[in-house]
């Protein structure tokens, strides 16, 4: 097995509402935001080549939603998929599975792009598989007021009409052993319903990809949980499990928004879980 982080571009987003109610004068300290209270965010998403199968693990945003729709997530750098795939000797037609932890527009609208003649939209990985699971796709075709913003139908109904669409098997806990993929599904719903989080068994190690349940490595203090969340009371619980059991077992966490911390490991302190080392996914993957 071999893994590749793929950068799908880098955005900015609101420090308030990345931290709920925590205090600016705290969640600077970690994330400092710029004149009009912005901080850096990344879409890093992961490939793992395992044989024959290339599975790529979320996609950032894309590139067919409008100007102004952009303009309020003030893009920066030049990162995209197709550049990151090609640095590793990649091309999107080689992807075999695109595993969605979610479906915010964020982390799914890389995989849907327009057609040739721009008069409607087809998947951006012809060749793969879509994976999500039962529960979070009706949750996020059928959204509610709160997320409908964030699931785009655009970057959705595609999937399903192009029969490229697969449902992961569902846990009668939290933790999905050995999923369809080859690797664990620990599942999480205060930030979303059903959200999937995979740990990759490499080398010895346990890489968790950690989508939203852990943005960045600021967000380590259990009451720094984003505004976005919808039940923010069990991401208190979520977090507080999977941190435990990342600093007992010493994962790696890679970190698919903090655009300066690519990967983690936290240890227990009198404070609680916090970081421990800082690892780049270059020397982690080499």
């Known amino acids: 097995m071999k893994l590749y982080p793929i950068n799908a571009g880098n955005f900015k987003l609101d420090g308030g509402a990345m931290f709920g109610v925590v205090p600016k004068s705290l969640w600077q300290k970690t994330n400092p935001a710029d004149a009009n209270n912005m901080i850096d965010i990344a879409a890093r998403c992961l490939l793992i080549e395992d044989g024959d199968r290339l599975t790529l693990i979320d996609t950032g945003m894309g590139n067919k939603q409008s100007d102004k729709f952009f303009g309020y997530y003030h893009l920066w750098g030049d990162d995209s998929i197709d550049k990151s795939l090609k640095q590793y000797g990649f091309h999107r ?112 190690n346990t890489i968790a990809f950690m989508a939203d349940l852990l943005p960045t490595a600021g967000h380590l203090p259990l009451p720094y949980v984003m505004g976005y969340d919808t039940r923010p009371l069990l991401t208190l619980d979520e977090k507080e499990k999977f941190l435990n059991l990342a600093a007992d077992q010493n994962f790696y966490l890679f970190l698919e928004h903090d655009a300066h911390n690519q990967i983690i490991t936290v240890q227990h302190t009198e404070k609680g879980v916090r970081l421990k080392d800082v690892f780049t996914a270059e020397d982690m993957f080499k």
């Open 93 to 204: 037609d080689d992807i075999t599975d695109v595993f969605l932890t979610h479906l915010h527009f964020d982390h799914s609208g890389g995989a849907i792009q327009w057609n040739k003649d721009r008069t409607g939209y087809e998947p951006a990985f012809k060749n793969a598989h879509y994976w999500s699971n039962e529960n979070h796709w009706q949750w996020a075709t059928q959204p509610n007021r709160r997320e409908q913003a964030s699931f785009l139908k655009e970057n959705l109904l595609p999937m399903e009409e192009s029969g490229q669409l697969k449902f992961t098997a569902l846990p009668k806990g939290d933790l999905l052993k050995q999923s369809e993929l080859g690797f664990d599904i620990f599942f999480a719903d205060g930030h979303t319903e059903k959200q999937m989080i995979p740990l990759i068994q490499y080398q010895g």
